[in-house]
C-alpha cells in the first residue's frame, strides 16, 4: 500500500520548510497527529463518510418531520402508516423513486439532462464540508478518526457561498436541457431569484465578519464562545440572512420556481425517477446547508449557551440550535402564503439590500466608537 | 497559519467533492436495476397538464432576467471587495486607522450605489411596470 | 511522484480538456457548461499556488455571477447550435487564427520568462508547478512577515486558546489594498459604475419595446414572437423562411415533373 517512501510529501514544504503532514500537526495542534499519509486518507475517508451519511439521514428524517410539523399546524396526523408514528416513511419515499421509470422528453438534450440533478445535488452536499461539530483545533472522537470538521477553511464563509452560487446551474441547465416551455421559465425564475437572494446572503453576514474578524467558520464560533452570540448584535443581519436563505432554497414562502398553479412544477418538471429525487434531495440538503451555518454563524455554532452545560457534548448543540431552525422553515411554510413574483424581486433589490448595507455600515461606526470609548477590548 | 497547512484542508474538500459526485452518479445510475424502461412515444412529449404541446420550448424571454443578472455581477463584485474590507477591519481600527478605512470603504459604496439609484430610477429594479 | 504534483497535472490536464471543449462544443450552453468546470480547475490550480482567496473569487464571481449571465444572455437572445451566424464566418476564419497564434506567443514567452529561470534553466526536471510554487511562496512569506511586523491583524478575542488562523491570504490581501493600492480599488468602482449605467441604458431600450407590444421600428434585444427588423435574429428567419419556401417550391416542382 502507501508508505512515505511513494509519497514524497517533504516535496511539499517551500523554501525547505516543514512537510505538509508536519505543519498539519502544529497547526492542529493534535495530540497524536498521524505520521502516516495513509492513516491521513484514511480518517479523511472515515469522517466524510460519517459526514455525508449523517448529512442524508438528517434529510431524509427532516422530511418525515416537515410532514408531522405542518400537520400538526394543519390538525391533522401527517404520516402514520409507514412503522410507528411513519417512521419508515422516508425510506419508502427512496424506494419509490429508485424505482420509478426514467423518462427522457424528446426535445431534450440527454447529456444535460442527465446530469443537471448532479450539478444541483454536488455543491449542496460539498457545503457540509466546512461546518464545525466541535472545535477544529482539538482532537475528534476515537482518537482523531472522526475528525470535528472535514475541511477547517480559511476562507470558510466564501467556500459557501461560491458553492451556493454554482448550485444555479443545476438549476439553469435542468430548465434549459427539458425542452418544456414551462421547466424553461420556472428555471429562469428561480435562477434569478437564486442569484438575487445569493447577494444579500453573503452580504447580510459582513457584520458578523467585522466583528468575528474571520472567513473561518470555527474561529467565529470561538469568538461567540468568548463574547457573545452574533445574533444578539447582529439581529438585523441574522434576519436579512434567514429570509435570503429561505429564498435562495427555494421554500416556501418563496417557493415561486415551483408555483404548481402557475408552472406546473417549475425546472424539475420533466424529471422523475432518481433524477428528481436528486433535486427533491439537493433542494433539502440546501435548506439544511442554510440552517446550519446560522446556527453556526450566529447562535454559537457547537458552542454550549453557558459554561455549566458544556457537559453536554458540541455536536448535540449544533444539533439542538439547527433542529430550532428547520422548525422555524416549517413554522414559516405553514403559515404564510406565496409571495408575487413582483414583490419578491421588490422585496430583494428594494428592501433587503439597502438593510444590509446600511447593517453593515452601522456595525462599522459602532466598532470605531465601541473601540474608541473602550467599550470592548 | 504557515503556508503549506491548508492544502491539506482542501485535498480533503476535493476528495469530499469527489466522493460525493460518484454517490450521486450511483444513485442515479442504480436505479437502472430496479426501475423499469418503457418509452413510448406519447410518454416523451413534453409535459403541458395533458395538452399537446403548442410551440417551441426555446422561446425568448423578458430582457428583465438580463438586468438582474448584469445588476447581480455588479454588486457580487462589490461584495467580493467588502470580504477582505470586513475581515481586516478590526485590524485596522486597532491601529487607529478605523475612520480611514470606514471612509475610504463609504466612498466605494456610494459610487456604486449611484449606479443602484440609476437602476431604481429608471424602473430596472420593477418587475412590473 | 510528490501528491502535489500529481493533483497539480489532474487540475491542469481537467482545465485544459474543458477548455478545448468550450472551443469545441457547437451548442453553447455546452460550451458555457464547460467553461464552468474549467473556471472550477482553474481555482484548484490557484490553491496549489496558495491564493486560496483568489480561488475562492474564480467560483464566486466567474462561475457564479458572470457565467450565470451568459446563459442568461443565451436564452434571452437564443443562441443557435452551429454556424447560423454566416456573417461572422470571414471574422472568424481570418482574424481568429492570428489571434490564436499571437496568444500562443505570449503563453510561451511567460513560461520562458518565469518557470524556466526559476528552475534554473532547467525546464523539464524539477517541474513547474515548484517554480511556481516557490515563487508564490516567496511573495507570500513576504507579505505575512510585512503583516506581522506591522502589528496583530486579527482580533485575539477575550479568551485564551484561540488559535490565530485568520493571518492569511485574504487579511494580507485585504491589507495591502486598503493601504498600498487604495487608488485602483476606489477606480474599481467607478469602472462598476459604468458597467451599471451602460446595462440598464442598453436593456431600456428593450424594455420599453417590451410594453409597447406593437411598436413597428423595435431595436435592440427582441421579445415578442416577431424579431426586430435588421437584426441578426430576424436574418436567421428569413433566412429560414426562404429555405422553407425553396424547399415547397421543389416539391411542386417534383410534384409536376412527376404528373
Same mark, same amino acid.
Given at each position: ?10 516535496? +511539499?514544504?517551500?523554501?525547505? !520548510? ?24 484514511? =480518517? ?41 408514528? !411513519? ?52 482532537? #475528534? ?21 461560491? %458553492? ?46 467585522? =466583528? ?40 416556501? $414562502? ?11 412544477? !417549475? ?32 447562535? *454559537? ?12 457534548? *458540541? ?21 404564510? $402564503? ?40 | ?44 412529449? $413534453? ?43 478590526? !485590524?485596522?481600527?486597532?491601529? #487607529? ?15 456604486? %450605489? ?8 429608471? *424602473? ?6 | ?20 471543449? %468550450? ?53 434571452? %437572445? ?17 482574424? +481568429? ?132 427588423? #435588421? ?29
Amino acid at each position: 500500500m502507501f508508505s512515505s517512501a511513494q509519497f514524497d510529501w517533504s516535496l +511539499g514544504g517551500p523554501l525547505g !520548510g516543514p512537510s505538509l503532514l508536519e505543519t498539519a500537526a502544529a497547526v492542529n495542534a493534535k495530540v497524536n497527529a498521524p505520521n502516516e499519509p495513509f492513516i491521513w486518507f484514511l =480518517q479523511t475517508f472515515i469522517t466524510l463518510f460519517v459526514i455525508m451519511n449523517v448529512v442524508l439521514l438528517t434529510m431524509a428524517y427532516q422530511t418525515w418531520a416537515e410532514r408531522k410539523v405542518i400537520a400538526f399546524c394543519q390538525l391533522r396526523y401527517g404520516p402514520k402508516r409507514t412503522g410507528p408514528s !411513519g417512521l419508515l416513511q422516508p425510506i419508502a419515499d427512496a424506494v419509490k423513486m429508485l424505482t420509478k421509470e426514467f423518462i427522457v422528453p424528446q426535445e431534450a438534450d440527454r447529456f444535460v439532462f442527465f446530469i443537471a440533478p448532479l450539478l444541483g445535488f454536488v455543491p449542496a452536499v460539498a457545503a457540509f464540508a466546512i461546518v464545525p461539530w466541535g472545535d477544529a483545533n482539538t482532537e #475528534g472522537l476515537f482518537g482523531d478518526w472522526i475528525r470535528p470538521v472535514v475541511a477547517n477553511l480559511n476562507i470558510g464563509i466564501l467556500y459557501m457561498l461560491a %458553492l451556493s452560487s454554482v448550485g444555479v446551474y443545476g438549476i439553469v441547465m435542468a430548465g434549459y436541457s427539458s425542452g418544456n416551455k414551462y421547466s424553461m421559465l420556472g428555471s429562469l425564475r428561480s435562477s434569478a431569484q437564486v442569484v438575487s437572494y445569493e447577494l444579500t446572503l453573503g452580504l447580510s453576514l459582513m457584520g458578523v465578519l467585522i =466583528q468575528a474578524g474571520s472567513l473561518n467558520l470555527n474561529d467565529i464560533v470561538l469568538q461567540q464562545k468568548a463574547t457573545i452570540w452574533y445574533f444578539i448584535p447582529q439581529f438585523v443581519g441574522f434576519v436579512c440572512y434567514f429570509v435570503s436563505g429561505i429564498a435562495e432554497t427555494n421554500r416556501n $414562502p418563496f417557493d415561486l420556481p415551483e408555483a404548481e398553479s402557475e408552472l406546473v412544477a !417549475g425546472f424539475h418538471l420533466e424529471y422523475s425517477g432518481m433524477s428528481f429525487g436528486l433535486f427533491y434531495l439537493a433542494e433539502y440538503i440546501n435548506m439544511n446547508a442554510i440552517a446550519v451555518v446560522a446556527a453556526t454563524l450566529f447562535f *454559537g455554532g457547537w458552542a454550549a449557551p453557558a459554561s455549566f452545560l458544556e457537559f453536554i457534548p *458540541g455536536p448535540l448543540w449544533l444539533f439542538a440550535k439547527f433542529a430550532f431552525f428547520l422548525f422555524l422553515y416549517y413554522w414559516i411554510r405553514s403559515t404564510l $402564503p406565496r409571495f408575487r413574483y413582483d414583490q419578491l424581486m421588490g422585496l430583494v433589490w428594494k428592501v433587503i439590500f439597502p438593510i444590509v448595507l446600511a447593517n453593515l455600515v452601522i456595525t462599522a461606526v459602532v466598532k470605531i466608537v465601541g473601540i474608541q470609548l473602550g467599550w470592548w477590548a | 497559519m504557515p503556508l503549506e497547512a491548508f492544502n491539506l484542508a482542501y485535498l480533503s474538500v476535493v476528495i469530499f467533492t469527489i466522493v460525493i459526485a460518484v454517490a450521486g452518479a450511483s444513485l442515479l445510475v442504480l436505479g437502472i436495476l430496479f426501475r423499469p424502461s418503457k418509452p413510448s412515444a406519447m410518454k416523451s412529449i $413534453p409535459y403541458e397538464s395533458g395538452v399537446p404541446p403548442v410551440g417551441r420550448a426555446r422561446e425568448r424571454y423578458s430582457v428583465r432576467f438580463y438586468i438582474i443578472a448584469m445588476l447581480f455581477v455588479l454588486f457580487d463584485i462589490e461584495a467580493v471587495f467588502l470580504y477582505p474590507w470586513a475581515i481586516n477591519f478590526d !485590524g485596522f481600527v486597532r491601529r #487607529g486607522d478605523g475612520v480611514f478605512i470606514l471612509v475610504e470603504m463609504l466612498i466605494f459604496i456610494f459610487i456604486l %450605489l449611484l449606479g443602484y439609484a440609476y437602476a431604481w430610477k429608471k *424602473g430596472a429594479l420593477d418587475w412590473v411596470s | 511522484m510528490a501528491l502535489e504534483q500529481l493533483v497539480f497535472l489532474v487540475f491542469a490536464l481537467l482545465a485544459i480538456v474543458t477548455s478545448l471543449g %468550450l472551443v469545441i462544443f457547437k451548442d453553447p450552453v455546452h460550451c458555457a457548461l464547460s467553461l464552468v468546470f474549467a473556471f472550477a480547475n482553474i481555482a484548484g490550480v490557484y490553491i496549489l499556488l496558495g491564493a486560496e482567496f483568489i480561488a475562492a473569487i474564480q467560483v464566486l464571481v466567474y462561475s457564479g455571477a458572470i457565467l450565470v449571465l451568459f446563459l442568461f444572455v443565451m436564452m434571452l %437572445l437564443q443562441v443557435r447550435p452551429g454556424p447560423s451566424l454566416n456573417r461572422l464566418r470571414f471574422f472568424q476564419s481570418g482574424f +481568429g487564427p492570428v489571434l490564436g497564434v499571437a496568444f500562443l506567443v505570449e503563453v510561451v514567452l511567460v513560461v520562458l520568462t518565469s518557470g524556466f529561470v526559476l528552475n534554473g534553466g532547467n525546464i523539464t526536471k524539477p517541474n513547474n508547478t515548484q517554480a511556481a510554487k516557490m515563487q508564490a511562496g516567496v511573495e507570500y512569506s513576504v507579505s505575512v512577515n510585512v503583516i506581522q511586523a506591522a502589528g496583530p491583524l486579527t482580533i485575539q478575542g477575550k479568551a485564551d486558546g484561540i488559535q490565530p488562523n485568520t493571518v492569511g491570504h485574504t487579511a494580507a490581501l485585504g491589507k495591502e489594498l486598503y493601504s498600498t493600492y487604495l487608488f485602483p480599488f476606489e477606480v474599481a468602482s467607478i469602472i462598476l459604475l459604468i458597467a451599471a449605467i451602460g446595462a440598464i441604458v442598453i436593456a431600456r431600450r428593450s424594455l420599453v419595446s417590451d410594453e409597447e407590444e406593437d411598436h413597428p421600428k423595435r431595436r435592440g434585444i427582441s421579445l415578442g414572437s416577431v424579431p426586430a427588423q #435588421g437584426s441578426l435574429q430576424a436574418f436567421e428567419v428569413e433566412r429560414q423562411t426562404s429555405q422553407s419556401q425553396r424547399r415547397k417550391e421543389a416539391k411542386k416542382r417534383t410534384v409536376i415533373l412527376k404528373k
